[in-house]
């Protein structure tokens, strides 16, 4: 294994580790509302990105953006994509219902690959079908027999799936796209901050000193594991990032029944059956077709 593979899959693993546990980071400050959580979200990414893309001087790939116009508005869908996303992942996670962002983010490479058959012109061989087919019988069988649809995991799913479809459009690393997002994001964040939060920590200069840090902390909390995924996607090739995304929802999953005592119901537990099965369907067929594809030698 060569020595940038190794470096990639320790990043990997850092940043699908990171999305895990971020959860607990979430509860440590759930006094604080979700709206607020993501309005700091914004702010101190903006500015841990910004400080970043200055010390790398990176500055002429934010140019290069601007100079193409067509990107602009893409950017500010993504920018909305990302903000709801996170907006209802706190919301989930500050009311006991990790077990639903957990099953969110395991839905979400099948719903990409939907999105990359209905907008990129990829096919689906028949076992991806297959695994298709299994993910949407599983959210299917709770609706027909529980009347209930897993409607937070399939808008996380979906929302973040079709951000990540609108960025692959976009040619700009994580980096200094987060940037160009939190920009977007920057007026609003400060309005409702200033004139609309009524809480009592909406005052900065209220909070105590270790809430304000906490705060603070959104913004590389936010960055880091983004960029991280940056290094590892340059160093891995797209089919063996794919089997490090479980990390994170795996972790979710850990710690919503272990640490936080959610109730593993049974229709949960059908639907996360079905889903499991989809994607141990999907990875198998995605590692047995890596492997036959011609090894070219130097």
């Given at each position: 294994?060569?020595?940038?593979?190794?470096?990639?899959?320790?990043?990997?693993?850092?940043?699908?580790?990171?999305?895990?546990?971020?959860?607990?980071?979430?509860?440590?400050?759930?006094?604080?509302?979700?709206?607020?959580?993501?309005?700091?979200?914004?702010?101190?990414?903006?500015?841990?990105?910004?400080?970043?893309?200055?010390?790398?001087?990176?500055?002429?790939?934010?140019?290069?953006?601007?100079?193409?116009?067509?990107?602009?508005?893409?950017?500010?869908?993504?920018?909305?994509?990302?903000?709801?996303?996170?907006?209802?992942?706190?919301?989930?996670?500050?009311?006991?219902?990790?077990?639903?962002?957990?099953?969110?983010?395991?839905?979400?490479?099948?719903?990409?690959?939907?999105?990359?058959?209905?907008?990129?012109?990829?096919?689906?061989?028949?076992?991806?079908?297959?695994?298709?087919?299994?993910?949407?019988?599983?959210?299917?069988?709770?609706?027909?027999?529980?009347?209930?649809?897993?409607?937070?995991?399939?808008?996380?799913?979906?929302?973040?799936?079709?951000?990540?479809?609108?960025?692959?459009?976009?040619?700009?690393?994580?980096?200094?796209?987060?940037?160009?997002?939190?920009?977007?994001?920057?007026?609003?964040?400060?309005?409702?901050?200033?004139?609309?939060?009524?809480?009592?920590?909406?005052?900065?200069?209220?909070?105590?000193?270790?809430?304000?840090?906490?705060?603070?902390?959104?913004?590389?909390?936010?960055?880091?594991?983004?960029?991280?995924?940056?290094?590892?996607?340059?160093?891995?090739?797209?089919s063996t990032m794919g089997f490090f995304q479980y990390i994170a929802p795996s972790i979710?999953?850990?710690?919503?029944?272990?640490?936080?005592?959610e109730t593993f119901t049974l229709q949960k537990g059908i639907t996360f059956l079905f889903?499991?099965?989809?994607?141990?369907?999907?990875?198998?067929?995605?590692?047995?077709?890596?492997?036959?594809?011609?090894?070219?030698?130097?």
């Open positions: 294994m060569s020595e940038l593979k190794k470096q990639g899959i320790v990043f990997a693993i850092l940043a699908y580790g990171l999305w895990g546990f971020l959860p607990m980071y979430f509860k440590v400050i759930e006094q604080v509302s979700p709206a607020e959580i993501v309005v700091h979200r914004v702010i101190w990414s903006f500015f841990f990105t910004l400080a970043l893309i200055l010390m790398l001087r990176r500055w002429q790939k934010v140019k290069d953006v601007f100079a193409q116009p067509k990107y602009l508005w893409r950017l500010v869908l993504s920018s909305a994509l990302v903000s709801g996303n996170w907006l209802l992942y706190i919301w989930a996670v500050n009311n006991d219902r990790i077990l639903d962002g957990s099953l969110g983010y395991y839905i979400n490479p099948i719903v990409n690959i939907i999105l990359g058959m209905a907008f990129l012109q990829e096919r689906l061989r028949p076992v991806q079908w297959f695994a298709v087919g299994l993910a949407v019988f599983g959210v299917a069988v709770e609706l027909v027999a529980f009347g209930e649809i897993p409607w937070i995991a399939l808008t996380l799913a979906v929302t973040f799936s079709t951000y990540g479809l609108i960025r692959k459009q976009i040619p700009v690393d994580a980096q200094t796209g987060l940037f160009l997002e939190t920009a977007v994001l920057l007026s609003p964040a400060l309005v409702y901050l200033l004139f609309f939060v009524e809480s009592t920590t909406g005052n900065l200069l209220a909070n105590t000193w270790q809430l304000n840090s906490l705060l603070l902390l959104a913004g590389p909390f936010t960055s880091v594991p983004l960029i991280l995924f940056a290094a590892a996607a340059q160093r891995l090739n797209y979710m999953f850990g710690l919503a029944i272990g640490v936080y005592g889903i499991w099965a989809a994607l141990a369907v999907f990875s198998l067929d995605a590692l047995r077709w890596q492997r036959q594809q011609p090894k070219f030698q130097s």
